[in-house]
């Protein structure tokens, strides 16, 4: 089993809303820096939203502010990604990763090439 499993994908018509989850197995998700990303059929993976698991300091790609919020709960170490007014270019896999947060360093999402642990994804698919 990978380290990260998400859930909540599945089809639905645009406009509609989703909330995806993220929850870690076998390790603590506190002092690390989780991230979603999404990759659409053909395309690269891309860098959605970030959050700071120990603090909740939050970040989103320009491509997503308003639509997307990113949340967490240390308690369930779970980490969650609601979409709303979902658009058909929002199709793809949705995927989460960590990576142990350097308190040293500025807050940052960061490319997916920086993240060592992964889950599988889950399935979006938005169409009529």
């Known amino acids: 089993q990978l380290p990260l499993v998400e859930s909540g994908g599945g089809l639905v018509q645009p406009g509609g809303s989703l909330t995806l989850s993220c929850a870690a197995a076998?390790?603590?998700?506190?002092?690390?820096?989780l991230t979603w990303f999404r990759q659409a059929p053909g395309k690269e993976r891309e860098g959605i939203s970030c959050?700071?698991?120990?603090?909740?300091?939050?970040d989103y790609g320009d491509s997503v502010k308003g639509r997307f919020t990113i949340s967490r709960d240390s308690a369930k170490n779970t980490a969650y990604l609601q979409i709303n007014s979902l658009k058909i270019e929002d199709t793809g896999v949705y995927y989460c990763a960590a990576r142990p947060h350097i308190y040293s360093d500025p807050f940052f999402c960061g490319n997916a090439v920086l993240y060592g642990i992964w889950g599988r994804g889950t399935q979006v698919t938005v169409s009529p």
């Open positions: 076998g390790f603590s998700l506190d002092h690390h820096i």
């Open positions: 959050i700071s698991m120990s603090h909740g300091t939050i």
